[in-house]
């Protein structure tokens, strides 16, 4: 289920609400359904205080590095 960000068109609420398709989205703060789903941008992490953990685990599962560097295997030294 996608989260999409909203604004309520009565009480002006900014509010995430997790999505199922064509579900009526309900302001939290006044219950109104007079909502208008706001553009948001896209979010993605590989998890970890940098990725390199989950991005060594995804290579591992069949993904393919940007570099094929055995210094750092990622790209991210300079003998890349």
């Not at 309520?8 to 007079?34: T, W, Y």
């Not at 069949?62 to 210094?71: L, V």
Request: contains cysteine; aromatic residues 4%.
């Amino acid at each position: 289920m996608p989260m999409h960000d909203f604004m309520c068109q009565s009480c002006k609420h900014e509010f995430e609400e997790l999505v199922v398709k064509d579900e009526e989205v309900k302001c939290p703060k006044c219950g109104s359904a007079n909502t208008q789903q706001l553009m948001s941008c896209c979010r993605f992490s590989m998890g970890g205080d940098n990725g390199v953990g989950k991005a060594a685990q995804w290579r591992a599962q069949g993904g393919t590095s940007p570099s094929k560097c055995s210094g750092c295997s990622g790209g991210n030294c300079s003998t890349c």
